[in-house]
């Protein structure tokens, strides 16, 4: 895969996808949302690959927005375009990817950053992190899903405050908050994605993607969860890791999941 603005990197069972525009603080423009679902596309039906972690290219910046320049000339049509295409091509593809994705937020992550790294499966930080979603300072709201996935995450007075203000919040506040799950030093970011990635990897990736289909649907209108826990549930019973995964248990063994 050649890209522009994103680099891929794919070894053991782990891709790593940073978006490369560090002169830019990594905006997501038109170019680099298109290359990041090639990407993401291409990873997901990949079976090698098992987990996904994203990042930013640089100290400074996991994602500074969606790309201010691009869009500032916009009329009401283009506007309302340019949310439902993101969302359809990044936001909602990667929230809906069966393979899991971690965000490894390395500085800045406003606007389309953190709208991108909420929709990652779960998020961990560096310390110097600073998150936010910045649009109506703009003039705008948040159209890449950030005002469902904010209040998802940490509520709905916070979210409400958070994008009312149009504040920063600091990684530790972004933990606080239940934004992420961790922070820690930059230097030990994608130490710590790679762990926990290899913990993931040890399990049933098909029962991991089952489970991400269940835990979303909650959050899908018109779906019940429990109707999709019981089906993927069941589904589980007639798959090879799921007996790889009962008959290792019983003989005391450490499970070898085909990945069927
Ligand atoms: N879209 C387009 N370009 C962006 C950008 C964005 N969202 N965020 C940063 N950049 C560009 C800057 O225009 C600048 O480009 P230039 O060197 O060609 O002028 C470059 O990235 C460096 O940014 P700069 O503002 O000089 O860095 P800083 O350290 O002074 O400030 C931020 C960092 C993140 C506070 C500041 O860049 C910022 O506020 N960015 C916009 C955040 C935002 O509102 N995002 C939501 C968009 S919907």
Redesign the pocket.
């Known amino acids: 895969m050649n890209f522009e603005n994103i680099i891929v990197d794919k070894s053991d069972g782990l891709a790593i996808v940073t978006v490369n525009r560090p002169?830019?603080?990594n905006?997501?423009?038109k170019a680099t949302i298109e290359e990041l679902h090639t990407a993401f596309d291409s990873l997901n039906i990949d079976n090698t690959i098992k987990v996904i972690i994203l990042t930013g290219s640089g100290d400074?910046?996991f994602v500074?927005?969606?790309?201010?320049?691009?869009?500032a000339h916009f009329d009401v049509k283009q506007g309302g375009e340019l949310a439902a295409k993101g969302q359809e091509l990044l936001f909602n593809f990667i929230e809906n990817l069966s393979t899991p994705v971690i965000a490894a937020i390395n500085g800045?992550a406003?606007?389309?950053?953190l709208e991108l790294a909420m929709a990652c499966h779960f998020r961990i930080a560096s310390d110097n992190a600073?998150m936010g979603?910045?649009?109506v300072?703009?003039g705008?709201i948040?159209?890449y899903g950030g005002t469902q996935r904010l209040p998802q995450l940490v509520g709905k007075g916070k979210a409400m405050e958070l994008i009312m203000t149009?504040g920063?919040i600091s990684a530790e506040e972004a933990l606080q908050s239940r934004l992420i799950n961790h922070v820690t030093t930059q230097e030990e970011l994608l130490p710590l994605a790679k762990k926990l990635s290899e913990k993931i990897m040890k399990n049933s990736s098909v029962a991991i993607a089952a489970a991400i289909n269940a835990i979303n649907a909650s959050y899908t209108d018109g779906v019940d969860g429990y109707d999709v826990e019981i089906g993927e549930f069941g589904n589980c019973f007639g798959t090879e890791d799921f007996k790889e995964g009962t008959t290792a248990f019983l003989e005391k063994r450490k499970p070898n999941f085909p990945g069927k």
């Open positions: 002169k830019k603080l905006a997501l423009n400074k910046a500074a927005g969606a790309d201010i320049a691009e869009f800045f406003l606007g389309g950053g600073k979603l910045p649009e300072s703009l705008v948040p159209g149009a920063m």
